[in-house]
């Protein structure tokens, strides 16, 4: 073999080190394409937790909405407040209004006074119900209304305002009152019931 052939085969020190530079550059090139790679996007540099992870995502939605349900409820405080004040108006309003009475001739009468007042005591327990987010809120106009229709009633002889007696039209719808009441707030308390039950399903969804 000649010389020249031996130095073709092996190559002399420094074009070794020519040679390692050559692949220490193209190993870093290498390297700063995959940054490159990972900076723009194009090969995500880790897994997103959100996907990786779906069921604490739903969790998560989910002790949201219930915190916003939570925190849209009015206070303990708040909702007797409101419970009572209505109860209060409500039920004067509609104890003196419950016993007009249309009388379309002596045998024939209409007592539009009884309806408007049991229509308005419901109305209003629904109401409360509602926008305290209690069952309780519900109950408590009607049984206000209640206890003050038996106090005019009962508490003063030959009251005016609750006149109960089977003798005359205006005495049998005193009766007639105290049952309206109990039907009223009994479908109060009841709508209102359905009604958390609802959002309460809405906010686990």
Wanted: positive net charge; glycine residues 6%; contains cysteine.
């Amino acid at each position: 073999m000649s010389s020249t052939e031996r130095t073709s085969v092996n190559p002399a020190p420094w074009q070794n080190s020519t040679g390692n530079e050559d692949r220490v550059n193209q190993t870093a090139t290498g390297d700063n394409s995959a940054s490159r790679l990972s900076a723009d996007d194009t090969k995500p540099a880790a897994a997103d937790p959100a996907v990786a992870n779906p069921v604490d995502e739903r969790a998560a939605t989910d002790e949201t909405r219930a915190t916003g349900t939570a925190s849209s409820r009015p206070t303990t405080l708040s909702a007797v407040l409101t419970t009572v004040i209505t109860g209060l108006l409500i039920g004067s309003v509609a104890t003196v209004m419950h016993a007009n009475i249309w009388y379309v001739n002596e045998s024939v009468w209409l007592p539009w006074g009884l309806l408007f007042s049991g229509a308005l005591v419901w109305f209003a327990s629904v109401w409360c119900g509602t926008a305290t987010r209690r069952v309780w809120g519900a109950a408590v106009p009607g049984l206000l209304t209640y206890v003050l229709s038996w106090a005019y009633a009962y508490l003063k002889n030959g009251s005016a305002l609750v006149v109960t007696s089977w003798d005359a039209p205006i005495g049998m719808v005193g009766y007639a009152w105290f049952a309206v009441i109990f039907v009223a707030v009994m479908a109060a308390v009841i709508m209102t019931g359905r009604y958390i039950v609802r959002l309460r399903r809405q906010a686990r969804r």
